[in-house]
């Protein structure tokens, strides 16, 4: 098939995977589209239902907790990037995956946007992070005043201030880019939480290669 692929047909070809009748890659060789393109469809509706796949949509926005919530929650390892989209109605995958380039960067979501564009803010190290959150408490959580002095944002002086004082420098490791199930713990709690996000991958990892051998 050549061209737009209208509405109508996305609605069927997804209610033809949803319901059992094609797969994916059978939806992939009758219309002659990329598997990225079908997965981007059932994110869609199961999003915003039929909605979501209708031609000529505006750009969604979303705010900075939404953005925020969705990169950590996949940084866990406990969701696939399309469950995550499923989960905050997120339109598609390179959505969510260009968030994480700019979580993984050190900049900030920039506020109300629909894209990827986002405010620069200074990437600290770790010593950097460490010095902030002291002269946070020496000054009695001025956040502002500290963090426009090294050029961070409000929200990072006190994230940091936060950690330092539960887990000490320990807490200001970079793990940005590390899921759950990659890192290494700094308290009890965490050694089990790691533990369990590693089992659960190695059970993701199996089924996977049991459906790939049945196939």
Same mark, same amino acid.
């Given at each position: 098939?050549r061209?737009k692929?209208?509405a109508a047909i996305? #609605?069927? &070809? ?6 059992g ?5 059978e939806?992939?060789?009758r ?5 990225e393109t079908?997965?981007s469809w059932?994110?869609?509706?199961r999003?915003e239902?039929?909605a979501?796949?209708?031609c000529?949509?505006?750009n ?9 919530q969705?990169?950590?929650?996949y940084l ?5 990037? #399309?469950?995550i989209c499923?989960i905050?109605?997120?339109?598609g995958t390179h959505?969510?995956r ?12 920039k506020?109300?946007?629909?894209g ?13 992070r460490i010095?902030?959150a002291k002269e946070?408490l020496?000054s009695?959580n001025n956040?502002?005043?500290i963090?426009k ?6 929200? #990072?002086?006190?994230?940091w ?5 539960e887990?000490g420098?320990?807490?200001?490791e970079?793990?940005r ?8 713990p700094?308290t009890?709690l965490?050694q ?5 996000? #590693? ?6 990892? &199996? ?9």
């Open positions: 098939m061209g692929i209208s996305k #609605q069927k &070809a997804v209610m033809e995977i949803e319901s009748r094609l797969s994916q890659s939806v992939t060789r219309l002659c589209v990329d598997g079908v997965r059932l994110t869609a509706y999003s239902s039929n979501g796949l209708e000529g949509r505006k969604r926005i979303y705010s900075v907790q939404t953005k925020q969705a990169v950590e929650t866990t390892g406990q969701y696939s990037l #399309q469950k499923e905050f109605k997120i339109r959505q969510l260009d968030w994480l380039k700019v979580y993984n960067s050190g900049r900030e979501f506020r109300m946007s629909g990827s564009r986002m405010k620069s803010t200074h990437k600290a190290t770790k010593e950097e010095q902030i946070c020496a009695g956040y502002g005043e963090a002095k090294y050029g961070v944002s409000y929200q #990072q002086a006190r994230t201030t936060l950690k330092y004082k887990l420098e320990a807490g200001l970079d793990r880019g590390k899921r759950k199930y990659e890192q290494e700094r009890e965490e089990a939480q790691i533990r369990i996000a #590693q089992l659960e991958h190695q059970l993701r990892m &199996a089924e996977m290669e049991n459906h790939l051998l049945k196939k």
